[in-house]
């Protein structure tokens, strides 16, 4: 679940948004945070026969530190390192960023999740969500080499980032996203450009842009719609995937530390040059129980139905096609923060 969904109404924390850091250090001049998340997870996957799948959730840990120079300007630092959910026992480097923060905004500089994944768009899910997401395909949503730019002015901010292509290794890219907040209302607006010169063997762009509003119907009850386009293409062919994409879903506390959360995505994509066209449903509705704002369990099933479109290089799938025939999942998971 993209806990900066429910965060927007409210502008977003700076630097890492970990509410429930403990205090390593502390003092007039300095403060030296330690966090984490500990996920467990267990699926259910109709693909599979159902025959269940523990794994660690993507857990992480990590350190964030500031350093007032003075009344107006510090210097930030943070490091942050994770288990992958895919069972795998390698430790890896999950953000790497140093940066300032000033009254002219934050700037931030190194290894980061993108300011589209920050936002997350509309997706209230723990498993089976995010399908309408457009603006991770070529990167994961992941840059090893940004700089990222936020300001926050009352009720509303700019985010941008920039990524340094100083060699093949890494991407072209570029995002821009606006936003603000009026009452219980909130929205944001952006895009980006993605351009992987090394997609095994394909040379591939993404050009991508979304909205997203908010609307905060009482302080238990929130709803929120997400409109993503984008264009893939292919440099060596010419060829493009036109993709157009809506997400609405709602997160309602009907009892007190319990919610309920839904969501619908319907995906469209267009290949101009073979006139394929095809579509896919993706649906999920969740219960989740918080113990405290440091741990929570939650159950989720979701419906899967349809086709998407992939390039292809001699025999091998690069932006890999799927199809699913009215796939059922079932997940079970807890959280811990720290």
Same mark, same amino acid.
């Given at each position: ?61 990590? *350190?964030? /530190?500031? $350093?007032?120079?003075? @009344? ?7 490091? %942050?390192?994770? #288990?992958? =959910? ?71 901010? *700019?985010? /941008?980032? $920039?990524?340094?292509? @100083? ?7 570029? %995002?821009?996203? #606006?936003? =603000? ?158």
């Amino acid at each position: 679940m993209k806990k900066s969904l429910l965060a927007l109404a409210v502008s977003a924390a700076a630097f890492t948004g970990a509410a429930n850091a403990a205090e390593i250090y502390s003092s007039d001049d300095a403060s030296v945070d330690f966090y984490g998340q500990l996920r467990t997870e267990m699926k259910f996957m109709d693909a599979d026969d159902y025959n269940g799948d523990l794994s660690t959730g993507s857990s992480r840990t990590g *350190v964030d /530190a500031k $350093y007032n120079v003075s @009344d107006n300007f510090a210097v930030l630092g943070l490091v %942050e390192v994770g #288990v992958p =959910a895919n069972d795998s026992n390698d430790v890896t480097v999950r953000r790497h960023m140093v940066g300032f923060a000033t009254d002219f905004g934050t700037i931030q500089f190194g290894k980061d999740w993108t300011v589209s994944d920050d936002l997350g768009g509309t997706d209230y899910s723990y498993f089976f969500g995010g399908t309408g997401n457009l603006y991770g395909q070529l990167n994961d949503a992941l840059n090893d080499s940004q700089i990222k730019y936020s300001l926050d002015l009352d009720n509303w901010w *700019v985010k /941008a980032a $920039y990524g340094f292509n @100083d060699s093949s290794s890494n991407q072209d890219f570029l %995002e821009g996203f #606006v936003g =603000a907040s009026f009452g219980a209302f909130s929205f944001y607006a952006g895009g980006g450009y993605n351009r992987n010169h090394d997609f095994n063997g394909m040379d591939l762009s993404n050009t991508y842009y979304e909205a997203t509003g908010i609307f905060d119907v009482t302080d238990a009850l929130q709803l929120s719609a997400t409109y993503y386009g984008s264009q893939l293409e292919s440099d060596a062919s010419n060829n493009k995937i036109d993709q157009n994409a809506i997400s609405v879903g709602g997160y309602w506390t009907f009892v007190e530390k319990t919610s309920l959360y839904a969501g619908y995505e319907y995906v469209n994509q267009q290949e101009d040059d073979a006139d394929l066209s095809e579509h896919g449903n993706n649906a999920f509705v969740g219960l989740e129980y918080k113990f405290a704002s440091w741990a929570r369990v939650f159950a989720e099933v979701g419906y899967a139905d349809g086709t998407t479109l992939g390039f292809i290089n001699t025999d091998q799938e690069l932006v890999e096609a799927q199809q699913v025939d009215s796939e059922t999942n079932f997940g079970l998971g807890a959280r811990f923060y720290w």
